[in-house]
Structure formats: structure tokens, C-alpha cells
């Protein structure tokens, strides 16, 4: 009995029925992103915050493409505004940049893969930053794809203070 279920499992991996199961569906089984978020402005300068992306120290988190589309969707919907910095996961606060404002943004990364088709992969890491007022009320937050290797060409070093908690 044990080598028919054996012979079974093998044989549906072969044809390729199993394939989305130990493979992963691609953006089949997860929801599909929503479109890159709205840009950011300063409460206190009124303008348009840039996207922040460090070249160093930023925190890398889980790989697997559902647990990315939902923290695009918490992002995108604007699920952290209005709570405090300090309610975030540990590695959501890696590293930080001071804003001219006296506020400051958090930075971290998901790293996956998107499988268009079975035999190829193109690998991305989508960033994220949340805006935070000197106080540490969250009041925004914004993500972007990026190739893999963009972090490393086009990050950059200012103001990168690793796991230090901002004073407030």
C-alpha cells in the first residue's frame, strides 16, 4: 500500500499536476499585487517623500510571495497609518533615515521570485518605507519592485543608522 501511494505521488509529480503544490502557483495562487503604492507626502513640508532605498543594513524578510502581497496590501491600504513605530516587527526596524522634518523613515525588503512560467524566474526584492512623524506616528508607507540587484547598483549610504532606535 505504502508503494502505490509512493508511485502515485511520483507519478502525479511527473505529470505535472503536483507542481503548483511543491513548486508554488507563481502569482497564480497568491493574489495579484496591487499597482506600486501612491506617493507619500510630509505632513509638516507639505511635499512628496522619496522612496528611501539603503544600499546597507536594510532587513531582508520572509521569501515567500503570499506573505509579500500581503504587506503590499497592509501598505497600499493604509493599515499602518496613524499607529505608533513601535508596534512594528523588529524586522521592520532595521535601519532608518532621518527626514528634514525630525521624522524619520523605516526600511526592509522582501526577497522572492516571480514565476511567470515553469521555466523561468526572475528574481526581485520589493522595498518598502514607512514614514514616521517625530512623535513615532506612523503617517505613511510606500513599496516598490525592484530587480535583485538594484539595492546594491542604486541604494545609497546617507543616513543609515542600523538598529538603533530614533530619540524622540
Known sequence: MRNLLLLAFIGCLLTGCL???VFGGGEKSAAPSKPPSKTVIDPYT???VKMWMPKNGMIRNAVWAWEARGEERLCS???YKGKQDTSLLPSKRGVYKKLSSGGWVW???YYGEEIPGFDTTDWYITVFNIYVKPDGTIYGCAWRKYPFSYRLKYGTND???PHVHPPR
Do not use: L, M, S, T
Open 77 to 79: 491600504d493604509g493599515d
Open 46 to 48: 507639505h511635499e512628496e
Open 159 to 161: 543616513g543609515i543608522n
Open 19 to 21: 507542481r503548483d503544490i
Open 107 to 109: 526600511a526592509y525588503y
